[in-house]
């Protein structure tokens, strides 16, 4: 970290003095920047990497089963470079052994000096004595009570239960490991249990919390890709080109199916569980803790049903315990599929029943059943969102959950206090921005990490009674100050139907002048399932390349347009069965209004950039505004012709709304262009296919009209090291060249 500092030092001394550049559009382009140009595009990558400029203690901290103590490794502070042991009871920290010691242990078992990495991970071992940790390939132990480094096979039950993706039973006795395409179960001698390999498209999987409670059955499934569509990644690296061809699943084109099966270690025994009739996307979501009965989620293709089934694992016979259906809209989405079905259901400590989250009031909101299927009650109301149940107290009647309940923050996650019996929540979150909860075994203590815009990184200690609080770990953003970085400046708006409040942020120039105007750029990604306005002090992947985009010598604009998730049902739905039709408006009303209280705003001067679904909307702000963009810039688009569960849930299927796809084409509009277009794409894109910027080149063409294109040979959805500071450097100077600079 220091050395990066140091190498950039004479760019940041220099560049702080130094007037931007003011090009005038349609500069001719130049193969390789001059100085002043390559010192911005420099800066701007700085800003880009903002991360690494930061120092944190990110390694997940870990909880012991018993005795509410927890390890974490130190990166900051005085005890950076080894693992700290807490007491949650005490408020006592010590460092496992000292930084200096655990290098010279390892050197002396290694036979060479060991450097010892900024962030280093491990796991707890399996009879919680010690830790697990693996340097340059080679496992090693450190035990809590003696400090003693050791060196641990490869097949060692705790090497292997510390690798990610391996799966060790609750017990300690036996380890889950994926192999390429099947598992196997190892069990405390190392020996195999049970193996299965997969074929080509029809792997095994091992899924999260795959072992039931008492360590007697695994759930894992097969996804049988066979039958879908495949979509051809082309290798360009020599004159003899090889083509692979990949799963995809489009719009309109079969699914693949997930197999889950039951297995039974100790026997050998696999039990398969009979497969829905419909096209569904399935998940398993966890065991019942006392019962032994695995829970499996259910969406239909179009996202309109959800159901919860109940599976008895020594059978494998099913029944449906839920199902939640939406038929005018959607019950879950791509959202859901990323992250949300692991939140869906949370079984109660006592096993008498569930927490189910639902948007049926037109919020999300938390539903306590009976594994019976009959709703007890609804346990929280109001005009937001609940996000995550964080935990339930193991005796009583305490929900803790993570919600937006704040009306002045509508995206903020703040930690909650609630009853199973409903009634109104109380607030634990001591500060504002997005926080992430751990709990403790017993259920006492929490560990919360949390930032804001304005606020790096902390990690607290707490107990549930409110009476304990005490500061873990303060990540140091004290380069960002010499790098001169200010937090983006926050702004909420109206959308395109002159009532629903927008939430956004504005980046500007680390060097800006408000008695300049400065050319404007929307940065967009809208997609229906991420939300990209940072609440937090890092902030997101788009609003880190935007604030490194600003840099160049441009507003920039980050919205969250009508559709977004995160807020109300009907926010949501308002491009349901219509995307594509009010999300650029939403844009263009959204940087009006913004500029008429900054005149330092040149709205005559204003691009949009987006990759991705961004990408897509890029396209369709030239498109549909081509009078209010003046340029655009679409890295890897998407298409409503692609991945079905990016586009379905959303707009249902081809067959049922036609129109609605028709509507949302860019295709269509290929004759609306105005201004200077340029598209990016991998050759190797398997998020979002070639063939969608292909099919745009091929319509754009048929009308007429020129526009730029970049193909990166081999580069996947985003582009790799070296191609990715490639890529923004290009966008950057596709910007210079046709908005111009201040003036």
Known sequence: M????????????????????????????SATPDKQLQARLDLSDQYLRLPQLVRDSLIPQQWLREGDQLIFWSAVGPDAGTWILVHARTGAMK????????????????????????????????????????????????????????????T????????????????????????????????????????????????WQLPERAWSPDSRFLMVWRNDLRGAHKIPIVDYSSALERVTLVPYVKTGTPLGRSEFYVIEPATGRVTPIPPLEEETYDWFAGWRPGSGEALILHMSRDGKRLDLSAVEPGSGKRRRVLREERPESFVAG?????????????PLPDDTGFLWLSERDGWRHVYLYDFAGKLVRQVTRGAFPIHQVAGVAPKGDAVFLLASADSAAPYEHLLYRGSLKGGALKRMSSGSGIHRIAFSPSGSYYVDAWSSRT????????????KTRFRLTTADASALEELGYKPPEALTVLAADGTTP??????????????RRYPVIAYIYAGQFMTVVPWNFIGTASSLHAQGLAQMGFIVMVLDPRGTPGRSKAFQDATYGRVGQTEIPDYVAGLKQAATTRPWMDMERVGIFGHSWGGYFALRGMLMAPEFFKAGYAGAPGALEEEAIINEPYLGLPSVNPAGYQAGSNMALAGNLQGPLKMMHGSSDVNASLSTTMRMADALIRAGKHFEMLIMPGEPHGPRPPADRYYFDDIQLFFVRTLG???
């Not at 927008?502 to 008695?515: E, N, Q, S, T």
Request: no cysteine.
């Open 334 to 346: 791509l959202d859901f599929a990323e992250e949300g079905w692991a939140r869906q259901v949370t």
């Open 2 to 29: 220091r050395r990066l500092l140091f190498r950039f030092g004479i760019l940041i001394t220099t560049l702080a003095g130094t007037p931007m550049l003011a090009l005038e559009p349609g500069a001719p382009a």
């Open 455 to 466: 606020q790096p990184r902390l990690r607290d200690m707490v107990s549930t009674d409110g």
């Open 502 to 515: 927008l939430h956004g942020v504005l980046y500007k120039p680390r060097d800006f002048d408000p008695a």
């Open 95 to 154: 460092p496992l052994l000292p930084s200096a010691e655990l290098r010279t242990q390892l050197s002396r078992l290694m036979g060479k000096p060991v450097q010892l990495p900024d962030q280093l991970g491990f796991a707890i071992a399996p009879d919680q004595r010690g830790i697990v940790f693996r340097i340059e390939e080679r496992f090693f132990g450190l035990g809590l009570s003696d400090g003693r480094v050791t060196a641990l096979a490869p």
């Open 741 to 743: 600079g201040p003036r």
């Open 156 to 203: 060692d039950l705790a090497a292997l239960a510390s690798s990610r993706g391996n799966l060790l039973a609750p017990d300690g006795q036996a380890v889950a490991v994926q192999r390429d395409g099947g598992f196997a179960v190892l069990g405390g001698d190392g020996r195999t249990r049970i193996e299965r390999s997969g074929e080509e498209n029809y792997g």
